[in-house]
């Protein structure tokens, strides 16, 4: 069975930056489209980023120029660089092989202003 483990959050001072790691226990990232979501309380889950087997990427328009997804197909990890980073990215960040519905743990998130 393949696991999704994120690792990386932390509380952060606003304009700072961050580098989460989504670690997979099988070869899913070359199969798969991986991406990252986020939840913050009272929020619906949103898409921040995805990646596919190619390394096509795609962003939310909140995080464009800020967030960069990639991925280290031999250390089967997934990453999210966060820059620049904002009170309203303040989230739990969920790991997620989106093409067999796997999510990780989740990982939090906290920018101070």
């Known amino acids: 069975q393949v696991r999704l483990v994120e690792s990386g959050g932390g509380l952060v001072q606003y304009g700072g930056s961050l580098r989460l790691s989504c670690a997979a226990s099988g070869t899913i990232l070359s199969i798969s489209v991986m991406g990252w979501y986020r939840q913050a309380p009272g929020n619906t889950r949103e898409l921040v980023a995805t990646?596919?087997?190619?390394?096509?990427?795609n962003y939310a328009d909140s995080v464009k120029g800020r967030f960069t997804i990639s991925r280290d197909g031999a250390k089967n990890t997934v990453y999210l660089q966060m820059n620049s980073l904002k009170p309203e990215d303040t989230a739990r960040y969920y790991c997620c092989a989106t093409s067999y519905n796997i999510w990780g743990q989740g990982t939090q998130v906290t920018v101070a202003s």
């Open positions: 990646i596919s087997s190619a390394g096509s990427t």
